[in-house]
């Protein structure tokens, strides 16, 4: 599990392409010093398991599902991607409840300057409208984020500088695809009303979990 909290931001190292998926190697300052075989690491929002590492640099392989779901399966040497270690056990939880499982990819739409900060715009893909609202929260790219305003189709987040300079946000412009990860507690609630013999629509959704 993952909170979201993006520790630094890494970079593609070299990418190697075989019948079975890919496998990337990536240098990270801070994260590469604390790994062990087998470990969890959020790479841009999605959870990989480290094969190898050593000083600076680490690899992970990525199957044909995760190239096909996500954008990784496109990022090159030089590319900038966010990385976080599975949260300790006695860790500060300061983010939110992220499994690093995308849930599809989305689009910048808009960066904009405003004073000191940023504000980003997004798109919603179809179908997932509904796990996204007002003051809520969503991961996008493994940073916890918070839904500053939410549109018919797309929704906007404020990013402080410090978030802009740790993450890779500060590469993103539109057009380019991020990972999106709706709260896993607005699935389950959904699931509840399923169960529960409720029909409800996307905004009707989107009305309850706001209350």
């Known amino acids: 599990m993952f909170t979201g909290i993006v520790e630094e931001s ?13 496998r990337l ?3 990270a300052e801070e994260v590469a010093t604390d790994l062990d075989r087998g470990q969890s690491v959020s790479v841009s929002g999605v959870c990989l398991t480290v094969e ?10 990525l199957a044909s599902e995760t190239v096909e779901k996500t954008y990784l399966g496109k990022v090159a040497p030089g590319d900038a991607v966010n990385l976080e ?3 300790a056990a006695d860790g500060r939880f300061d983010g939110h409840v992220v499994q690093g499982h995308v849930d599809a990819t989305a689009e910048v739409l808009d ?3 405003i004073g000191e900060d940023w504000e980003y715009e997004f798109t919603i893909p179809n179908g997932f409208g509904k796990y996204v609202v007002d003051k809520g ?3 996008v790219d493994g940073i916890s984020l918070t839904v500053a305003e939410r549109g018919d189709d797309s929704f906007s987040v404020a990013i402080i500088p410090e978030t802009r300079s740790v993450t890779n946000l500060s590469e993103k412009e539109p057009g380019d695809p991020v990972h999106l990860e709706v709260d896993v507690i607005a699935k389950y609630a959904e699931r509840l009303l399923d169960d529960a013999g409720f029909e409800v629509g996307d905004a009707e959704v989107a009305q309850t979990l706001e209350h």
């Open 137 to 139: 929260s969503v991961t």
């Open 25 to 27: 190697r990536i240098e």
């Open 111 to 113: 960066v904009r300057e």
């Open 85 to 87: 270690r599975a949260m």
């Open 10 to 22: 890494g970079g593609i190292a070299a990418v190697t392409e075989d019948e079975d998926g890919r």
């Open 52 to 61: 190898e590492h050593g000083s600076g640099w680490f690899e992970v392989f």
